[in-house]
């Protein structure tokens, strides 16, 4: 069965906002990058979301997380039911180096 991702309101405005800041302060060349990497990390969760590492978990839900492909400074959180991969949520994106808060478990699907 095929993997559906979700984007949660927190991870588009969070693209939204990299994008913009892109915009401002970078070549189009870069945006352009970041599109790709973001559509490759996207495919990479859809067709192996068991492959990123674990970073929070409680007895219903996993959060994990990829990073995009190298060079760029990006990562993405997502989650999903245990042993559920037919609805894969998009949690959150960050730049590498970015703190990162603290997500409720209990505030599925984030």
Do not use: C
């Not at 839900?61 to 989650?79: D, Q, T």
């Not at 999903?80 to 703190?99: I, K, W």
């Amino acid at each position: 069965m095929a993997v559906v991702l979700l984007p949660r309101p927190a991870f588009v405005r969070a693209v939204n906002e990299r994008l913009a800041w892109l915009a401002e302060n970078r070549s189009e060349d870069q945006i352009d990058n970041f599109l790709a990497g973001l559509n490759t990390t996207r495919e990479r969760i859809a067709n192996a979301p068991e492959a990123g590492p674990i970073v929070k978990e409680d007895a219903e839900h996993a959060l994990r997380m990829r990073l995009f492909p190298r060079p760029l400074p990006y990562l993405v959180y997502y989650g999903h039911a245990h042993g559920a991969f037919t609805e894969v949520y998009l949690v959150r994106l960050y730049g590498s180096g970015q703190d990162r808060e603290d997500i409720d478990m209990s505030g599925w699907p984030w």
